[in-house]
């Protein structure tokens, strides 16, 4: 009886010690994703507003780039590209064209609860105007939720992103 006993306890520990260790690599799972789907996707955002000649700021979640022609050639005159945060899907996305394009966008991060664009000047004040606007910085978090009762949370502040190409005012 008293073997019974220790042995339902012994056994009762080596299976919580179990489920703790695969719950751990769940969650290591979802950090995994949305680490790889950030890096992705501000990797492109990057290398658009670096190449940049020009933008127009749509909202604080949405702003188009005019980018080089050798560089976008499948998009449409003269070769834009807007970048966007859609709160109904929770995905930050870029899509060929203007705001209003209706060409299938490529979705980088998904799982995105809070986003924003912030602009600024030369002269690291807060931009008013698309004239003005020399450098964007992107502010997002991003939640992964597993099959475990604890999410992966992560939230990321992007560095600021000069539009090299684009003159100064």
Known sequence: MIAAALSSVVL???LSAFLMLGRSGVNLAGYSVAES???RGLEEFSQDVRM????AWNSATSVTLT???SYAS???LPHLVTYAYDS???TFRRRPGDATSTVEPTIFIRDVSSFSFTRYNRLDAAAATN?????????LNIRKTGRTLVAANTTVVSASYTLRNKPAN
Not at 52 to 55: E, K
Not at 131 to 139: D, H, L, P, V
């Open 52 to 55: 940049a000649s020009n933008l």
């Open 131 to 139: 004239a003005e606007t020399k450098r964007i910085q992107i502010t």
């Open 37 to 39: 789907e950030m890096r």
């Open 67 to 69: 980018v080089p022609h």
């Open 88 to 90: 109904a899907t929770a």
């Open 74 to 76: 499948s998009t449409p």
């Open 12 to 14: 009762a520990g080596v």
